[in-house]
């Protein structure tokens, strides 16, 4: 051994190559070489049972590295080919692994995006079709009228099997790139970036109630996120749709009408002078002050209150997201469901007659459920069944938000992706900009590794009738650091 490796007169890559072919000629219990006349390129008629063995290999092998059958027994260029673009996908997945978890901001801002999306989309096309035709070549190359029934059988079905599953999975992949890019470019239309305040995103988040005999849309829960753009440090502030004496951040228009703060005096425009009063207000009766609200994807309603949290909590609100709670019923549907557990005994629908809960037919009961669409609103949207009302009904909202995120494992994207995609579409309005989901989404993924601070400006520890400012401007500062 040491001699043949040593001779000057010997060739190495051949060598090798003699060596490899031994080596599969061995396996696959062929007499003949596999260089010289190859078994494997030009087998001769007779064995079955050599020649079932021959097919067997030339399978596994198609199924496990795709282009390694053609490289041995069909065309030569087109399996090195494939080889080397095999090599490639694998490459790319490496990298990709590694940018998941070193820096997940840049890998999903590759496919967030339209243009991302477009090319992964075509690309799994690609795959597809290289795949079919792929897999219709390893079938010819088997010669499987010369193979035993019983192997026939069996290669041709797996053949088929594989077939099916690697176009399938392109084919699902590519369907669902598609359906990420329209709804991305449905819901994340703005193309204003702005820049972190102080390395931070603060995102208003929220929950649009019309309801039933209301003027308008009113905000049923109103928090920030302020989100690290590097660490994913998450702090997450609540305010109470009914706080009052709420003052505008410098600039607003909204500051003008009101420079003692909205609700002071119970002096407003609207029938009920609190936080969650103020989007109904602007947008009903003060849209000339928002001119170009429209054209940056808001409205009067949003900005005004973008400019209330701002002011009452003394930070730089960049975007904001709007929940339709009315089209947050089918995205729960389109997931499935989602499993929380209530601390207390929840009424679906009803009213206060005489002060006292009436028309109630259906009771979410104490303890873990697993809900559809309509009772998962209720459990977030009920205001009776609480002494403490709004406050009790905030925190059931925040526990629905974390069990929806933690329940939309990857088999439900799978098995439900269109639908979610689209039920998701409709129920959020935004002017957070494609160019920037990658690095909140990023962010996002490691903050769920972290403790995520939640504070809650609510009794007994803060009044919402008599908020004292400077101590909420206090806190919040110390939060974010």
């Not at 096309?125 to 079919?132: E, T």
């Not at 359906?179 to 995102?203: C, E, H, K, W």
Request: proline share 5%; charged share 15%; glycine share 12%.
């Amino acid at each position: 051994m040491g001699f043949w490796w040593a001779s000057p007169s010997r060739d190495p890559v051949k060598a090798r190559t003699s060596a490899y072919s031994a080596w599969m000629r061995m396996q696959a219990g062929l007499s003949r070489p596999v260089a010289d006349g190859t078994a494997f390129r030009d087998p001769a008629p007779g064995d079955r049972r050599l020649l079932t063995r021959r097919a067997a290999w030339l399978t596994v092998l198609h199924v496990l590295i795709p282009g390694s059958a053609q490289a041995l027994a069909g065309s030569r260029r087109l399996g090195r080919s494939v080889l080397g673009l095999w090599l490639l996908g694998w490459a790319v997945l490496v990298v990709a692994i590694v940018l998941a978890l070193a820096l997940p901001q840049v890998l999903l801002s590759v496919v967030t995006n339209a243009v991302g999306l477009t090319v992964v989309q075509l690309l799994l096309v690609a795959w597809a079709i290289g795949w079919a035709l792929l897999t219709i070549d390893t079938g010819r190359l088997l010669r499987l009228g010369r193979v035993a029934p019983v192997g026939r059988a069996a290669l041709g079905g797996l053949l088929a099997l594989a077939l099916v599953v690697g176009v399938g999975a392109a084919g699902w992949g590519a369907w669902a790139s598609g359906v990420a890019r329209s709804a991305i470019g449905s819901t994340f239309a703005n193309t204003r970036l702005d820049l972190p305040s102080n390395g931070r995103y603060n995102i208003l988040l929220l929950g649009g109630d019309a309801g039933p005999g209301r003027s308008g849309l009113r905000p049923d829960s109103i928090s920030v996120v302020s989100l690290n753009a590097l660490t994913g440090d998450m702090v997450t502030f609540g305010l109470p749709r009914d706080t009052n004496r709420i003052p505008f951040a410098a600039g607003s228009p909204m500051r003008r009408l009101y420079p003692d703060g909205y609700g002071t005096g119970n002096r407003c425009n609207v029938d009920v002078c609190e936080l969650n009063s103020i989007y109904t207000e602007a947008q009903l009766k003060e849209q000339s002050l928002y001119p170009n609200a429209v054209q940056d994807h808001s409205s009067a309603g949003i900005e005004a209150t973008r400019e209330a949290v701002e002011g009452a909590l003394g930070i730089t609100i960049q975007y904001y997201v709007l929940v339709d709670m009315t089209a947050f019923e089918p995205l729960v549907n389109a997931m499935g469901g989602v499993t929380v557990t209530a601390t207390e005994r929840l009424p679906v629908g009803g009213h206060i007659v005489n002060g006292k809960l009436t028309g109630v037919k259906v009771w979410i009961e104490k303890g873990t459920h697993h809900l559809d669409g309509n009772k998962a609103l209720w459990f977030a949207r009920s205001r009776y069944g609480s002494a403490l009302g709004d406050y009790a009904r905030m925190a059931r909202q925040r526990q629905l938000e974390d069990a929806m995120l933690h329940q939309m494992n990857p088999l439900t994207l799978l098995t439900r992706f269109g639908g979610i995609a689209k039920a998701g579409s409709d129920a959020v309005q935004t002017d957070l900009p494609q160019g920037l989901l990658g690095v909140i989404a990023g962010a996002a993924v490691q903050a769920r590794s972290q403790p995520t601070k939640n504070i809650e400006f609510v009794k007994p520890a803060y009044d919402p009738a008599t908020p004292d400012w400077a101590r909420i401007h206090a806190v919040v500062k110390q939060a974010i650091g």
